[in-house]
């Protein structure tokens, strides 16, 4: 969603209409499994999703509903999906494209976590994997085939450090039709990935219908769901750390300069970048 507020300014208040009644500034904690419904018709609406609303907390909850504002609108996606932790949102996002007999095609640089869940379980569900070198756009293109259902990559690989050309993979993904999966490493301040061709960020989901598909089925039936406390924490842990972006990056910058200023242990000679 294209907007014009600063990301410091999402990072505190994105997403959150403070409480009518009470006015609390800080985002409630909803602990809560269950919502009162306004009589059997309502109920009967939510359910059959004929009218949008809170049904469950493993579904949907007040409190993740702000976090998952906030992340998407930091990201600039439509919409996000909050789950328990970074596996769990790479499986979900994975499996509500491709099921048994569908391909994905992968970097070879990922998170060993990652590539574990991608070499051993995705085959073992009957998803197919293929690792392609990072970066090796023909190579990329070579695996797609009719069965590959998505491309996945990390943007900055962990923990090779190497930088994916967005633009390159996600030209590949749309050519084939298929998504561009992306496990978004860095914060949105440094890099929103929906403004580099990105379908659908690992943090922040790109596509209304996918998301409602992925919170109503592998949410609901495999039940990987942030507590309210965890989403509670969510937004408090990123509006500390995203402010003082811009001085980190300062600061490494510094520190990249200075090295690059000094001799090299190796060949001696200073960095041509310097
Ligand atoms: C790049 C990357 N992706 C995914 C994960 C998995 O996240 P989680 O530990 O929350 O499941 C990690 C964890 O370090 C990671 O570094």
């Not at 919409?79 to 790479?90: M, T």
């Not at 869940?117 to 190579?139: M, Q, W």
């Not at 061709?197 to 409602?212: F, H, P």
Request: hydrophobic share 40%; with cysteine; proline share 7%.
């Amino acid at each position: 969603m294209a907007t014009t507020l600063h990301p410091e300014t999402l990072a505190l208040h994105a997403g959150q209409t403070p409480d009518p009644a009470t006015g609390s500034r800080a985002v409630p904690i909803h602990q809560t499994t269950s919502y009162q419904f306004r009589d059997t018709d309502h109920a009967t609406k939510l359910f059959s999703l004929q009218e949008f609303g809170f049904i469950y907390t493993r579904l949907m909850n007040p409190t993740t509903d702000v976090f998952e504002r906030r992340v998407s609108e930091l990201d600039g996606g439509v919409g996000a999906l909050a789950v328990a932790s970074g596996q769990a949102a790479i499986s979900l996002s994975l499996l509500n494209i491709a099921r048994a007999g569908d391909e994905i095609v992968a970097a070879d640089n990922l998170y060993g976590g990652t590539y574990n869940l991608l070499h051993y379980t995705l085959p073992r569900l009957g998803v197919k994997v293929s690792f392609v070198p990072s970066n090796d756009i023909e190579a990329l293109q070579k695996a797609i085939n009719p069965r590959v259902k998505a491309v996945f990559a990390e943007s900055i690989g962990n923990p090779k450090l190497d930088v994916a050309d967005l633009r390159a993979i996600a030209e590949v993904a749309h050519a084939a039709g298929v998504p561009f999966v992306l496990d978004n490493t860095v914060s949105p301040y440094l890099l929103r990935p929906f403004e580099h061709g990105v379908d659908i960020a690992v943090k922040a989901l790109g596509n209304i219908a996918y998301i409602i598909k992925a919170r109503v089925t592998l949410l609901r039936d495999l039940g990987p769901a942030l507590s309210p406390f965890n989403s509670f924490q969510g937004p408090a842990a990123r509006d500390a750390p995203l402010p003082g972006c811009p001085r980190s990056c300062r600061a490494v910058s510094s520190c990249v300069v200075w090295c690059c200023r000094r001799p090299c242990p190796r060949c001696s000679s200073a960095c041509a970048t310097a």
